[in-house]
């Protein structure tokens, strides 16, 4: 007699399968619907962004985005009175309350939703590569140049632990030639006299009929381009196209000019800003290494000091030596003297 009945899992299911439950993209943790909105709509650099590219310790990416984003937040406030406060990405080992937290997110999208945050991070996918996009009034170049001067101003106060390099972006645009003559022509035109103007002529005249003053005296200038996870441009044509841009009144400096053109390519985009010729001096904008301990010339002088009284002693040393070879000179000359009357 066959029987209908299915046979019964171990657990008594009647063949039913149990599936556990999909923890999702948060490892099986709550979260707001601020941090789920977050995760739907990402953050990417897109052309008409400004911003600013950090490197950062092997590894450390994390960290490094959360120590940045408060430095740069400290220095908005410094530098520009802008007191909006740095949001925080992630609640890793913190006790989360779910109804103060919807409270916060709700109150939290109402005061901010016409208000774009000063520093958005964007997650690159790059190893040791970080990009935070700017919010106006802040000027990219002037903030981290600015940055920059307090550190070395004060080396031996450390703010930072991950992060190394900043460059700043004016603008970005699209990773193609086309892409970099227009971005090339906004920027550069600040700085340089260029090639190819648009400029209506009446607007460069002055009002006795003469040719406008120069934007720009004849500066040198060096260009300093980075390709990453991108195949199309080249760096070779890429440094020709923007220096064919530029009037040959400003000539070409790699070791001392005064300014310098900064390219970043990344993927689908490309970024360019003109920063000054302290830019070598202040390390390339390397906050690690603005941070470098300034005593090593005092440690190497006080070596120098120790080696030159080790060079005393010897000396001193080697005149105790020399005393037992003028006592035997005189003897030799009080024998010589005897030797000579006697005979």
Same mark, same amino acid.
């Given at each position: ?11 008594g ?23 789920k909105? =977050?995760? /739907? #709509? &990402?953050? $990417? ?15 450390? !990416? ?20 802008l007191?909006?406060e740095?949001e ?36 690159i996918?790059?190893?040791c ?24 101003? =004060?080396? /031996? #106060? &450390?703010? $930072? ?9 004016t ?5 193609? !030639? ?41 500066c ?18 890429l ?105």
């Open positions: 007699m066959s029987s209908n009945k299915r046979k019964e899992g171990p657990n299911s009647g063949g039913k399968q149990d599936f556990k439950r999909s923890k999702g993209g948060s490892g099986g943790k709550w979260k707001t619907p601020n941090h909105a =977050k995760d /739907e #709509v &990402r953050v $990417t650099i897109a052309p008409g962004d400004i911003g600013i590219w950090a490197t950062c310790a092997r590894g450390q !990416e994390g960290k490094a985005t959360t120590e940045l984003k408060s430095i740069l937040y400290q220095f908005a406030e410094k530098f520009y009175g007191t909006q740095p925080d990405d992630d609640e890793d080992g913190k006790e989360v309350d779910i109804e103060a937290s919807i409270q916060k997110e709700a109150a939290a999208l109402t005061e901010t939703q016409d208000k774009p945050k000063l520093f958005s991070s964007v997650r996918d790059i190893e590569v970080l990009f935070f996009k700017v919010q106006p009034p802040i000027d990219p170049v002037d903030f981290v140049h600015r940055i920059c001067l307090e550190i070395a101003s =004060k080396p /031996e #106060v &450390r703010l $930072t632990r991950y992060v190394n390099r900043l460059t700043p972006m603008l970005i645009g699209k990773a193609t !030639e086309k892409g970099l003559a227009e971005v090339g022509n906004t920027v550069l035109s600040k700085h340089f006299q260029l090639n190819i103007d648009d400029t209506p002529k009446d607007a460069d005249e002055d009002k006795d009929g003469g040719k406008g003053k120069p934007k720009e005296a004849a040198s200038y060096a260009i300093r381009p980075t390709i990453r996870n991108h195949t199309s441009l080249k760096r070779g044509p440094i020709e196209q923007i220096a064919s841009s530029i009037k040959d009144i400003h000539p070409v400096n790699l070791t001392k000019p005064d300014k310098v053109i900064i390219v970043e390519i990344y993927q689908t985009v490309c970024g360019m800003s003109v920063v000054g010729g302290d830019w070598e001096s202040l390390k390339r904008y390397n906050l690690s290494e603005l941070y470098q301990p300034i005593q090593k010339p005092a440690a190497q002088s006080e070596n120098a000091q120790r080696g030159g009284k080790r060079k005393e002693d010897s000396k001193d040393e080697f005149a105790k030596d020399e005393g037992p070879k003028v006592e035997v000179s005189i003897d030799t000359a009080t024998l010589t003297a005897d030797s000579s009357e006697s005979k």
